[in-house]
C-alpha cells in the first residue's frame, strides 16, 4: 500500500522543479506550431511559459524550495524556451544572425559555469531583467496580431535584452574570474 503521507510532501516539494519540466516541455508544440506558424498558439505557448517561469520562482522561493538541480534546470530550461522562438525570428530576418549568434555564446558559457558551482550560479538582477526584456519581446513579436508600432516595440525590448546580454556576461566572468 502506498503510503500518501510521504509522497504528497515530497510532490510539493518539487513543485517549483515541475513547473520548470513542464516548461520544458513545452518546447516541442513550440516548436511544432513554429514550424506550422501557428502563431495564436506560439503566444499561448510563451504566455504559459512565463506564468511557469514566474511560479517555480515563487515558490522555489516562499516556500524555501530551492535545490541545485532547480538552480540549474531553471535558467537553462528559459534559455532553450527563449531561444527557440528568437531563431525563428532569425529565419524570418527579423533578428540578425550575429546578435543571436553572441547570445547563444553568452547563454552556453554561462550554463557551463553553472554546473560546476555548488549554489548552480543563481541569475543577477540584471540576468532577470535581461530574461524579461527577451519575453516582453517574443510577446510583442508574437501577438496574434500585428501593429508596426508593437514591432518596433518588441525589437526595443530585444536590442536592451542583447545589451543586458552583453553586461551581464562580463559581470558573470568577472565575478567568477578566480573559478575559471
Do not use: H
Not at 550560479?121 to 519575453?135: D, Q
Not at 542583447?162 to 551581464?168: D, G, K, N, V
Amino acid at each position: 500500500m502506498i503510503n500518501k503521507n510521504k509522497i504528497f510532501p515530497k510532490l510539493i516539494s518539487n513543485i517549483p522543479n515541475i513547473l520548470t519540466l513542464s516548461r520544458l516541455f513545452l518546447t516541442f508544440p513550440l516548436i511544432l506550431f513554429l514550424e506550422l506558424n501557428k502563431i495564436n498558439y506560439v503566444f499561448a505557448l510563451i504566455v504559459l511559459g512565463g506564468i511557469t517561469d514566474y511560479y517555480d520562482g515563487f515558490f522555489a522561493r516562499k516556500l524555501n524550495l530551492k535545490t541545485k538541480f532547480g538552480a540549474i534546470l531553471d535558467p537553462l530550461t528559459d534559455k532553450v524556451f527563449l531561444l527557440i522562438p528568437l531563431l525563428w525570428l532569425c529565419k524570418i530576418d527579423l533578428i540578425p544572425f550575429w546578435s543571436l549568434a553572441i547570445i547563444l555564446f553568452r547563454e552556453l558559457i554561462i550554463s557551463a559555469f553553472r554546473t560546476t558551482i555548488d549554489d548552480g550560479l543563481p541569475a543577477s538582477k540584471l540576468g532577470k531583467l535581461k530574461t524579461l526584456s527577451f519575453f516582453i519581446s517574443l510577446l510583442i513579436f508574437f501577438l496574434p496580431f500585428q501593429i508596426d508600432l508593437l514591432s518596433n516595440l518588441g525589437a526595443i525590448f530585444y536590442w536592451i535584452g542583447f545589451i543586458l546580454t552583453l553586461i551581464t556576461f562580463m559581470d558573470y566572468l568577472s565575478a567568477k574570474k578566480n573559478t575559471i
